[in-house]
């Protein structure tokens, strides 16, 4: 893996042919590694040009050179060495470990650049760092590392996409996403299906990936324009390499279990709690709770339910919801490669058993890139990644559908544990002849659905992906130092989708048996053409772009829904079933497109003075048309100063200091593709056509959203050991695409009109230090830590809106405050002497909940008054937003082992702990441990929940937030520990192993937190009105504990 | 070679940098301007349908409507024991978060709305509409008057209690931008006092009996019943019962079965909402979910109208042909159509004999009240079979019969929660029993009627109780 990588970035040099004048050398010698053995696999590279060798097992190497020339070796991890070769024919070289590579290649936007130049906030990781991770997606193994770069994964489901913020949120309402770059080609992320829930970026194999590189301030993203206002994140593939054909394997295989779960009641304290409850609201627990339903099973309103065997019905619902997953991963590469003609081939396949029953993810995929250097001038090459994917599931609380009936999460939490999954008698799963639980031995009946019973009659959503990811391209070079690019990229994705119910049991009963279909492509087609001139005037460089680039979308998707089965055996759509229907919403064409002008000047003298100036023009055709066309741009200097002579009494200290600053303005392109304009839809009314109302829009006057950002920094060396880079950010988003929500009685449809209103600053720092404290021989440890702060302020919203409600009704967004603010009542605890719940009103009034009584809430001074629920106000109670997060890695190596620890920390923030409501609901819905400790008993008690009264959902959270709930959200997890083992197999060239890795790696271990849910990154909301409704965990699943076990091999 | 080939592609950039305007230019493809929708006479006939396929939303009127009148009202209980249907309503605690009652208010004003806009646009296509204007402009007002009349009756307190409640917003404009959010609440009379306006356009409507198209879109009759409702609410007998007689052409049903069954079209129906395969509500939605194998809904056979003596005769074929109380049974029978594309019945020449016979009896006109009553009740029992005795009743006896006989004859069809309330009564459910509610009018918004939705109060800020 080591030698693969690094002779990319060899290939990744300019391919210029020079002619060679001076008289040639054969040079030969032996590369070793400081104090140790021959490297085998190391690059030795003719400066200037393209030729170069490689080392063989033994170290030794031999190049033909001008003797006037200059070598330079390279192995991955090791200091790259410069030699002068001065008449030299042996040369032996010594490569000395490190830890820190300021001389590596930046991707930035259409092209590299060396890290030494770069004048804007590029965050870097390459894949090496991620290699061990069972990564589901790309974008989860940045998580901890990126500085600037927050990764939420909003729960242990399988095949889900995270949450990704560059430098916090700088849209309201039309994404908070960054645009996602593959080899040059922006492509598709997110959620790609319509009934079931994808993540488009996990098509890309982490295991073929060579580096990521987050473009975080306006000057790295501005050539990105309209799309770059929250980052942009470039993903190279790895490539061929001139050499002798490579094979590599890499796979693992391991296992995931849910990382916490709620303790609820057994069946005995179930009956007791809930019989209480109905005493306490009725005088008597000997009632039937149904008008006309006598439980056979007892007396009361709830019992238990005896056994045959004399043991009682039991049934922790866990276990039919969770379990543990097997999962596995596998990659066969080969690369390799001429001087004229690189390849690069892979496959892979992975498959996902979820910790959730039925959650389950493969893939299978292929990648296979050329490159051709066809002429002198011309070089061709293509990129192809094509992938099969599946992902099913039949819990249907994804997406944020909290109160999903059957949302696992929640089911697995309130179904009442007297009542058996599988019917005692009959053997099959229990339910009712109305299609859900049913009564059990209780006198009310759960219209629940028994998850054990939709699993076995194969109730679920599946998505069936089919994506393929192409590029070509063609580069000319007429002359030296100018090159001229087109490159045509499609982004292919199908996504076949599928969701069956049924007939038996749950959400198909009521017809029958149901299957809903969607199916469509969705094509993205980008074609850029470039022009690249790079010269020096003396020690000036410039580097030159100008360029022209097209984007168009298009969305091609039918649906149809079926109901009443024929035969039971039948889960597909293409099935007999009785009944046909349009699936209205899924039927949709949209077409979009992009165009757009971009330049670029880059600058340095003697990389002591950079200057990079950006420009991009775009046009978008879901805007206004008298707003269509926005210029976006940025600016950026940097400064070497320990390059200068005053500077140097300090370079044995700071070995390198560069200083830098950037400004620019870009811009936000993610809103439906149609948003500017109002219309009609057609439908029927009976059998008669009819035409409707279905759009309002701002159609004159949308225009594009913009982000101004300014961006300040260092990055420094400290005595070749330590790395410190440091930025300050300040990023003003203004004209911000605001869904306005309206008042329902405007009867809008939608309730919002999409309006260019509104303005957020986001302010912070980031911070990275890597270093190397220790190393000797046999030992060494590199740490890394990152820490970035972010301050978001709401400044402005639309004309005459002061606030929004999040859609949820738990949040508040407001000038003055960061985006989704906790909005929630003000709960005073419980009343000591009633074991009442107390409310504040918006007098300051204090309230009390009688449920069992008609107004629910009344006075506390007159429990006879009642007490309005509308004067029970909101009070804002905390921002959702992290305000710092981080990660610190360690690597140990001692010999041949390896240690890598990653933590990662998030903090600042509030999460309304919504479980803690559905936990301590006094409908049949089973209760928490923590509940059943804690509620009021006597008179005196200071108790965390009020006295149960049978049907109560009022008290403890249900109906409305209430101020009790809200918890901390600071957290610090070992996110990932790996334990490695590398065999030495330089003498193993018999068995044609080059490289063999054997790893153990263990996610989630354990998480610091006082939050008291199942965690503090499982929140509801994973969709793109994250932001205006974050920091709510109701219901949400948990987190997925992973261990893996891994092996890299090479041949 | 080299430089052909560098031409050529630059002259590529130059024909697209030329063309890109229109490569911008993306219209959708599955909708329709306004322009193309107003100018175009028989878009406009279906842009007609399009008002009533609003008000016939699935949260409003076409889907959740009857049921959750019904779950208000005594005659049936709600075993659901679920929020999303009608848990809530039924036990009398809508608060000011729950769905049935922010989805009803929601998607009413959005057929409203689109009323309104549509009124705007007609006057700048009179030419399109022609001869159809006034008609189409008496339609657009119809449904309009419908959506006000069901928000009215249920957020509003009895207007024979107080005719100067805090209604409903009244808007009448066409809303399309971001200004006026914020809108106080009508007064009950006001309310009321603009539904009849709106009626007042109603000449321009057709006549006609026992047609789909003189069923399914508002005819002067359909209006005319809606009017008489209004009477009703406001006890202006006179012109309730004057609207009766002005309801004519129209017969009672032979089998009152068949008003239920497809066709779904007699000489019966006045108003009814159609449905289709193309366009039927969903699960939860539906009127039919409730109903169909007792799934939500159980008639009350203790203590609701079936338990009163007369009222759940066996031969009566309200009870023989649309319940299963027969067979031991206690659903309801009249929505049976698993797809749930049963019609909707809004206004039956049964409901306008018997509101007329209410008119006449408060007018103290006991004999021709007692005369509709027996032409309604006869239709589905032969007197022969009938264990009671209407003829001589008077007094609060026939105020009773009257009154049940709507309780039976509209059973399930979003009548009976409305008439409690019109009348300010005080809700009995399920009484004598374990189950016992009793919500008085006094309750006000905590149980009797229901609060305005938070998410209106979240951006309409006048909203005040």
Same mark, same amino acid.
């Given at each position: 893996m080591r030698k693969r990588t690094l002779r990319m970035i060899a290939a990744m040099l300019p391919l210029s042919t020079i002619l060679s004048l001076a008289q040639t050398l054969n040079i030969s010698g032996t590369v070793t590694e400081a104090g140790g053995e021959p490297i085998i696999g190391g690059t030795i590279i003719l400066q200037g040009t393209s030729s170069g060798t490689i080392t063989g097992i033994d170290g030794s190497y031999s190049i033909t050179a001008p003797a006037n020339g200059t070598l330079e070796f390279r192995y991955i991890g090791l200091e790259t060495k410069v030699e002068p070769i001065q008449g030299r024919t042996t040369i032996n070289v010594e490569l000395s470990n490190s830890s820190i590579a300021v001389d590596e290649v930046v991707v930035i936007g259409y092209g590299t650049q060396s890290r030494r130049t770069v004048t804007a906030s590029v965050a870097s990781v390459s894949g090496e760092s991620f290699k061990d991770l069972p990564a589901p997606n790309a974008e989860s193994a940045l998580q901890g590392r990126a500085s600037g770069v927050s990764i939420i994964t909003p729960n242990g489901a399988v095949g889900q996409a995270p949450v990704v913020r560059v430098r916090g949120?700088? $849209?309201?309402? $039309?994404?908070t996403e960054p645009l996602y770059v593959v080899d040059g080609i922006p492509v598709q992320s997110g959620n790609a299906a319509y009934i079931g829930n994808t993540n488009a970026l996990a098509d890309i194999n982490p295991a073929d990936i060579l580096s990521i590189d987050v473009l975080k301030d306006a000057a790295a993203a501005a050539l990105y324009g309209s799309r770059a206002a929250n980052g942009v994140v470039l993903i190279t593939t790895r490539k061929g390499q001139q050499d002798k054909a490579q094979v590599s394997y890499s796979g693992w295989i391991g296992i995931t279990t849910p990382s916490k779960q709620i303790p609820v009641l057994d069946a005995a304290r179930y009956v007791e709690l809930k019989n209480l409850s109905v005493s306490n609201r009725y005088g008597t627990d000997e009632r039937s709770l149904t008008s006309g339903y006598v439980s056979p099973y007892g007396n009361k309103a709830y019992n238990l339910w005896q056994l045959d065997n004399g043991s009682y019905v039991d049934t922790d619902w866990g276990k039919y919801i969770y379990q543990t997953g097997l999962q596995h991963t596998h990659t066969v590469s080969v690369s390799g490669g001429t001087q004229k003609v690189q390849y690069y081939l892979s496959a892979n396949y992975t498959d996902q058993t979820g910790m959730i029953v039925n959650d389950h993810y493969d893939r299978l995929g292929g990648t296979a890139n050329i490159t051709a250097q066809a002429s002198n001038w011309l070089k061709l090459g293509f990129n192809l990644n094509a992938t099969t994917s599946t992902t099913s599931n039949t819990d249907l609380g994804r997406k944020g559908n909290q109160y999903a009936i059957a949302n696992f999460s929640r089911i697995a939490m309130i179904l009442p544990p007297n009542i058996p999954a599988y019917d005692p008698g009959s053997g099959k799963p229990y339910g009712d002849d109305l299609g859900g639980i049913g009564y059990g031995p209780n006198t009310t009946r759960a219209a629940y659905y028994n998850p054990a019973a939709i699993v076995d009659y194969g109730d679920g959503q599946k998505s069936d992906i089919a994506r393929i990811i192409s590029s070509y391209f063609a580069e000319i070079t007429p002359l030296q130092g100018l090159t001229l690019k087109t490159q045509l990229g499609i982004d292919f994705q199908q996504v076949s989708d599928q969701e069956f119910n049924n007939p038996f049991h749950g959400g198909g009963f009521s017809q029958h048996g149901t299957v809903y279909k969607a199916s469509g492509t969705t094509t993205a087609i980008t074609w850029s053409n470039t022009a690249q001139y790079s010269f020096s005037l003396g020690n000036h460089n410039f580097d030159l772009l100008a360029g022209q680039e097209l984007y168009e979308k298009k969305l091609d998707r039918w649906g149809a829904y079926r109901t009443d089965i024929l035969d039971d055996k039948f889960r597909v759509y293409q099935a007999d079933f009785n009944n046909t229907y349009p699936y209205t919403g899924a039927n949709n064409l949209q077409e979009s497109s992009l165009f757009s002008y971009l330049g670029r000047l880059n600058y340095d003298y003697q990389a002591r003075y950079m200057l990079s100036v950006n420009f991009r023009r775009d046009g978008f055709s879901a805007l206004s048309k008298n707003h269509r066309w926005g210029n976006f741009g940025g600016a950026s200097a940097a400064w070497r100063i320990s390059s200068e002579d005053f500077f140097k009494p300090l370079s044995n200290f700071f070995t390198d200091l560069k200083i830098r600053s950037s400004w620019g303005i870009v811009g936000n392109t993610n809103i439906s593709p149609y948003a500017a304009k109002s219309y009609y839809q057609s439908g029927f009314y009976g059998g008669d056509g009819a035409y409707y109302l279905s759009s309002i829009a701002d159609a004159e006057n949308l225009k594009w959203e913009s982000s101004t950002k300014f961006d300040a920094g260092f990055a420094a060396q400290i005595k070749n050991n330590i790395m410190v880079e440091f930025d300050f950010y300040h990023n003003q988003a203004a004209d911000l695409i605001l869904d306005v929500p309206v008042a329902y009685s405007k009867g809008i449809p939608g309730n919002k009109i999409t309006t260019n209103a509104g303005a957020m600053t986001n302010t912070g720092i980031e911070l990275s230090i890597s270093a190397q404290p220790v190393k000797t021989k046999d030992f060494s440890w590199n740490t890394s830590f990152n820490i970035t702060t972010q301050k978001n302020e709401v400044t402005k919203l639309a004309e005459g809106v002061s606030e929004i409600i999040g859609a949820n009704d738990y949040n508040i967004t407001l000038p003055g405050y960061s985006i989704g603010q906790l909005y929630i009542r003000t709960s005073a605890g419980i009343d000591p002497a009633t074991g009442r719940r107390i409310l504040i009103g918006k007098d300051g009034t204090e309230a009390v909940v009688i449920f069992e009584k008609s107004a629910t809430y009344y006075r506390r001074d007159d429990p006879d008054v009642p007490y309005a629920q509308a004067d029970i106000t909101q009070s804002i109670a905390g921002g959702t937003l992290p305000t710092y997060y981080g990660g610190w890695t360690n690597d140990f190596k001692y010999k041949n082992f390896d240690l890598s620890i990653l933590f990662q920390y998030s903090g600042g923030n509030y999460i309304y702990n919504g479980s803690i409501a559905t936990m301590s609901d006094m409908r049949f819905w089973n209760n928490s441990v923590d509940f059943y400790e804690t509620y009021w008993k006597n008179p005196g008690d200071n108790a965390k929940f009020a006295k149960p009264i049978y049907g109560d959902n009022a008290s403890n959270g249900s109906v409305f937030p209430i101020s009790d709930w809200v918890e901390k959200g600071d957290y610090l997890r070992l996110k990932s520990v790996t334990l490695g083992y590398t065999f030495k197999t330089r003498n193993w060239a018999k068995s044609g192993i080059t490289g063999l890795r054997l790893y153990a790696t263990a996610q989630n271990l354990f998480c610091l937190t006082g939050y008291t849910g199942l965690d503090p990154e499982s929140l509801v909301s994973s969709n793109d009105q994250a932001a205006l409704q974050g920091g709510v965990d109701k219901n949400a699943l948990p987190q997925a504990k992973v261990f893996t076990f891994g092996a890299n091999i090479t041949f | 070679m080299n430089k052909m080939f560098l031409y050529s592609l630059f002259l590529l950039s130059i024909t697209i940098f030329s063309s890109c305007e229109d490569f911008l230019e993306k219209e959708p493809p599955l909708y329709f301007t306004e322009n193309e929708v107003f100018s175009d006479p028989n878009r406009l006939e279906a842009a007609v349908n399009g008002l009533y396929l609003g008000i016939k939303s699935q949260y409003a009127l076409g889907g959740k409507v009857f049921v959750i009148v019904d779950n208000i009202g005594d005659d049936f209980i709600n075993v659901a024991n679920n929020g999303y249907e009608l848990t809530f309503t039924y036990d009398m605690k809508v608060t000011l978060d729950r769905q049935e009652s922010y989805e009803l208010w929601r998607y009413t004003y959005l057929a409203i709305n689109r009323c309104n806009t549509f009124l705007k646009n007609i006057e700048a296509n009179r030419e399109a509409a022609g001869a159809n204007y006034d008609r189409y402009v008496a339609e657009a007002k119809f449904v309009r008057a419908l959506g006000y009349y069901y928000l009215h009756q249920i957020y509003t307190m009895p207007y024979v209690i107080n005719p100067n409640a805090k209604s409903v917003v009244l808007r009448l404009d066409a809303e399309g931008s971001l200004e006026n959010n914020n809108l106080a609440r009508s007064s009950s009379t006001e309310v009321l006092d603009q539904i009849l306006q709106d009626l007042s356009a109603s000449d321009a409507l057709p006549t006609g009996v026992g047609t789909e198209e003189f069923i399914v879109r508002a005819t002067q009759a359909a209006a005319e019943a809606l009017r008489q409702r209004i009477y009703l609410v406001k006890g202006e007998w006179d012109n309730a019962i004057a609207s009766g007689s002005k309801i004519t052409g129209y017969t009672l049903a032979d089998d009152i079965v068949s008003i239920f069954r497809a066709p779904y079209i007699t000489s019966e129906h006045i108003f009814s909402l159609p449905f289709d395969a193309t366009n039927r509500p969903g699960g939860q939605y539906a009127t039919g979910y409730y109903y169909i194998g007792g799934k939500s809904n159980h008639i009350d056979v203790v203590a609701g109208i079936v338990s009163i003596p007369g009222y759940g005769n066996p031969k009566d074929a309200r009870i023989a042909g649309l319940t299963n109380i027969n067979d031991g049974g206690k659903f309801l029978a009249k929505y049976t159509n698993s797809t749930y594309i049963d019609w909707l019945p809004i206004f039956r020449y049964a409901e306008v004999l018997l509101n007329s016979a209410e008119a006449h009896f408060n007018k103290g006109e006991e004999a021709q009240a007692l005369a509709l009553l027996k032409q309604v009740r006869t239709r589905s029992l032969a007197p022969a079979d009938d264990e009671l005795n209407l003829d001589g009743l008077t007094g609060n006896a026939l105020k009773t019969a009257i009154i049940n006989e709507r309780r039976l004859e509209l059973l399930g069809e979003g009548v009976r929660g409305l008439d409690i309330l019109r009348r300010g009564e005080t809700f009995y459910k399920q009484p004598g029993t374990d189950y016992q509610l009793i919500v008085e009018p006094e309750k006000g918004i905590n149980g009797y009627i229901w609060p305005i939705p938070q998410f209106e109060r979240s951006n309409n800020k006048l909203i005040e109780d």
């Open positions: 949120v700088s $849209s309201i309402s $039309s994404g | -």
